[in-house]
């Protein structure tokens, strides 16, 4: 059974897209390199076959992780979330109580986090503190050298 994580539409689009150029370039790729080095001679001392083979058994894997990653994936109505907890697709504004810095983060699924524009996974320490939270809530993150206290100053879509 695959795990549901859950998507913003583009989100979704991205993995759909990432897998048809899997299957529809890379694998034709991938078999094309295999031919070529079978061509080369005695198998069992052809390097490059050995190497394509163990390029293509990849490629399979990476193949199989995405779709089952689409299988379970759901995309997220935002008409349908409560504005005043902290959810997947809401707009994290915080501020640590310990060095009096404020940070705004989105929190998405694990598939679309990038911290270099902003966007946390709900997975993630701090995703994780800050899901369920309501605006003046105090969100504690366990990190290895201890705790973060973060006050929640805004939550919006």
Known sequence: MSKVSYYTPEGLKKLRDELKQLKDIARPRASQAIAEARDKGDLSENAEYDAAKEAQGMLEMKISKLEETLAGARV???????????????IVKIKNQT??????????ADGEADLASGKISVNSPIGKGLLGKS??????VQVPNGVIKFNVLEISR
């Open 76 to 90: 997220i109505d935002e008409s349908q979330m409560d504005t005043s907890k902290a959810l997947v697709l809401s």
């Open 99 to 108: 060095n009096g810095m404020e940070m705004t983060y989105t929190l998405v």
């Open 135 to 140: 605006v003046g809530e105090v969100a504690e």
